[in-house]
């Protein structure tokens, strides 16, 4: 595609229950980032993924958050365990990193509610 | 460390000018961003200006940086009820790592 995919676009979940939430980026993009955003904490960085480097994790607010990027592409972000105060919408953004061609494309999100 | 900051709200009247801040903390980011998110939607670049310039002009938007206070702005002239929306700021620090704050909610008052 295009853009930047996410998959699912909503995500209703039990409380306690382990989720996986999707990004497929754009092709050929090194970097890709997961931000958590909600209504009162804005912009949550999460991790930021960089070619072969090991990834920036420092925005990881547990240890029940982790995510993977196979093949420097797909990548998945697992919650498990999942509480209510996981609920938000949880972006992917991807960016190539090529000479000045730095901007950050984002996805839909995925809005994830734990009941 | 890498930070990013800026006020979550902002709340202007039509027709008036938005000044939207930000403070970043890696003197060496090379860019700065603006990113608008409009309600519903996935955040989009609005404007950029490249470390080296002091202000960069493109119709209604100015984005004026003070590199040694580490200070950013965007400039909304004659705000309209469809700039309504959250104004991320962002920059290009070491590594190519981009730094987002959290962003800024604007609302306009018809």
């Known amino acids: 595609g295009a853009g930047v995919s996410q998959s699912p676009s909503n995500k209703v979940t039990e409380k306690g229950k382990d989720v996986e939430l999707r990004c497929d980026p754009i092709?050929?993009?090194?970097?890709l980032y997961w931000y958590r955003q909600s209504l009162g904490q804005g912009l949550e960085f999460l991790i930021y993924?960089?070619?072969?480097?090991?990834?920036?994790k420092s925005g990881l607010p547990s240890d029940r958050f982790s995510a993977e990027r196979t093949g420097g592409s797909v990548s998945t972000l697992t919650i498990q365990r999942t509480q209510q105060e996981d609920s938000a919408v949880y972006l992917c953004?991807?960016?190539?990193?090529?000479?000045?061609?730095?901007?950050?494309?984002f996805g839909q999100g995925t809005r994830l509610t734990v009941v | 460390g890498e930070d990013v900051e800026q006020s979550l709200f902002l709340s202007v009247r039509e027709g008036d000018s938005s000044v939207i801040n930000c403070t970043y903390t890696?003197?060496?980011?090379?860019?700065l961003y603006w990113y608008k998110q409009e309600p519903g939607a996935g955040l989009q670049l609005l404007t950029y200006i490249f470390s080296n310039m002091d202000m960069k002009q493109d119709q209604r938007l100015t984005v004026l940086l003070n590199k040694k206070d580490k200070h950013l702005s965007l400039r909304i002239a004659d705000t309209q009820t469809g700039d309504s929306a959250i104004y991320f700021c962002a920059e290009l620090a070491g590594g190519f790592k981009t730094i987002f704050g959290a962003g800024t909610r604007l609302f306009v008052k018809a």
């Open positions: 993924f960089q070619g072969n480097s090991a990834p920036d």
């Open positions: 890696d003197s060496s980011s090379t860019y």
């Open positions: 092709s050929g993009h090194t970097a």
């Open positions: 953004a991807s960016s190539p990193r090529q000479g000045l061609d730095t901007e950050a494309f």
